[in-house]
């Protein structure tokens, strides 16, 4: 079955970087493309970036976008999210969950980021 | 940005009872790419209705969505205990964007 598993979360200063990977298994993963989402604490989801298949094409929340890059691996089963500037307002749950016709039909558990000094 | 407000933010109901939750978007959703989630605390959302009317797979028939153009809805016809969590609406036609939620809580 299908499997996502984040890593890579912790605690970072503002202004601080941080990169988060989540391993995919179950399914042909070359095939589809991959979303990462956030939750801060007590509040709703909020999509921040999906990069398509083959990683060609790659779009971003406004919240994010110039601050944060995902990318894929296709020979590891690996997307990750690179995030620089860190803001206090990112801290958050990161999940990845996997693209299907754009709604997302699996997500792993998450993976917790938090921006303190 | 298609901004999707949903309502109630609460919904207080008994276990039986027939939740009816509504989404409302900013923008037309085009093919009605509209999904539904369910969210339980310390749990990721699982995807519960896609395509605004069709059930994920494993999804009880309880659960149904209809609607289009802007106004769709997520109908649970007879509450189960482990029915009570938060509902999020998500749609697909123009980027990707959520809706604020609805908590389904018990009476």
């Known amino acids: 079955q299908v499997r996502l598993v984040e890593s890579g979360g912790g605690v970072v200063q503002p202004g601080g970087s941080l990169r988060l990977s989540c391993a995919a298994s179950?399914?042909?993963?070359?095939?589809?493309?991959m979303h990462w989402v956030r939750q801060a604490p007590g509040k709703g989801v909020e999509w921040v970036a999906f990069?398509?298949?083959?990683?060609?094409?790659?779009y971003y929340a406004d919240s994010v976008e110039g601050r944060f890059t995902i990318s894929r691996d296709n020979s590891q089963n690996m997307i990750y999210l690179q995030m620089n500037g860190l803001r206090r307002e990112d801290s958050a749950v990161y999940f990845c969950?996997?693209?299907?016709?754009?709604?997302?039909?699996?997500w792993g558990q998450g993976s917790l980021v938090t921006v303190a000094s | 940005e298609n901004v999707l407000t949903q309502s109630p933010g609460t919904l207080y109901l008994s276990p039986g009872e027939r939740a009816t939750l509504s989404c409302r978007a900013s923008?037309?959703?085009?093919?009605?790419?509209l999904a539904w989630y369910q969210q339980k605390p310390g749990q990721a959302p699982r995807l519960l209705i896609f395509g605004a009317s069709s059930r994920a797979t494993g999804i009880p028939v309880r659960f149904s969505g209809s609607g289009s153009g802007t106004d769709f809805t997520l109908t649970i016809s007879r509450l189960e205990p482990e029915d009570f969590a938060m509902y999020y609406c998500?749609?697909?036609?123009?980027?990707?964007?959520f809706g604020q939620g609805t908590t389904v809580a018990i009476k």
């Open positions: 969950a996997k693209d299907a016709w754009g709604f997302l039909d699996h």
């Open positions: 179950g399914f042909t993963f070359n095939s589809f493309g």
């Open positions: 923008h037309n959703v085009n093919n009605n790419n």
């Open positions: 990069i398509q298949d083959v990683g060609r094409n790659k």
């Open positions: 998500q749609q697909y036609s123009y980027w990707w964007t």
